[in-house]
């Protein structure tokens, strides 16, 4: 398997545009998470999936963001409209679940996608 | 709750040794370490379930304690690679789902 898979790597918007990340998840992984990283909040759960299911999305900061997982092979984490302090590292991950026990296993990380907002 | 990690930074000459903390004020499911190199994903390093488990090689090892509330990452005879910020990442199970949440990481510096 290729792994994780997110594009673009690197996007440059201006304020105010729509911004669509989307990700491509290991086959057969139930979960897919969706993380952002900036120098003064760290690594961010904002949201995650298990089957397709959004199960936890009190991550999301607000309104402006959206994710949607419509099938077991691609998610996609929008941003509408962007904001300068939308800035950061989004990555995604999935991992597979420990048998028989509803806990995750491992979690694999796509490269990132790296987001500037000007 | 985010768990809390100790300390923040660690600068080690190549061959010492180093210890990391993670701590909740709960019990826990589990606990995941991971490793993020600059400009890089995060990489997994292991995952403990049960307290009082110990796993891991001679090199980087991690335990978990009986009441399943603190874990430490062991990082033995350092070499430059093991550079990078490492994360502890803890997971609580509920009726409604999971919860996880990934400590504010320690950055560690070997140096020749």
């Known amino acids: 398997d290729a792994g994780v898979i997110q594009s673009p790597r690197h996007e440059v918007t201006e304020m105010g545009q729509e911004v669509t990340l989307r990700c491509k998840p290991i086959?057969?992984?139930?979960?897919l998470f969706w993380y952002r990283q900036t120098m003064m909040r760290g690594l961010e759960l904002l949201i995650y999936f298990n089957n397709n299911v959004p199960i936890d999305d009190s991550g999301m900061p607000e309104d402006r963001f959206s994710a949607k997982m419509p099938n077991a092979s691609f998610s996609t984490l929008k941003i509408q409209p962007s904001e300068p302090r939308d800035s950061a590292v989004y990555f995604c991950?999935?991992?597979?679940?420990?048998?028989?026990?509803?806990?995750?296993?491992?979690?694999?990380f796509g490269q990132g996608t790296r987001l500037t907002v000007v | 709750q985010q768990p809390v990690q100790s300390p923040q930074a660690v600068i080690l000459r190549e061959g010492e040794d180093a210890v990391i903390n993670c701590s909740s004020s709960?019990?826990?499911?589990?606990v995941h370490w991971y490793r993020q190199k600059h400009g890089e994903a995060p990489v997994f390093l292991m995952i403990l379930l049960k307290g009082g488990e110990q796993k891991g090689h001679e090199k980087i090892s991690a335990s978990f304690n009986e009441k399943k509330q603190q874990s430490s990452l062991y990082l033995t005879a350092s070499q430059l690679s093991y550079s990078g910020t490492y994360f502890c990442g803890t997971e609580d199970l509920f009726s409604t789902g999971n919860q996880f949440y990934f400590g504010t990481g320690t950055s560690l510096t070997v140096i020749p």
């Open positions: 991950a999935s991992s597979p679940p420990i048998r028989g026990s509803g806990l995750r296993d491992e979690a694999f």
């Open positions: 086959s057969g992984h139930d979960y």
């Open positions: 709960k019990a826990l499911y589990s």
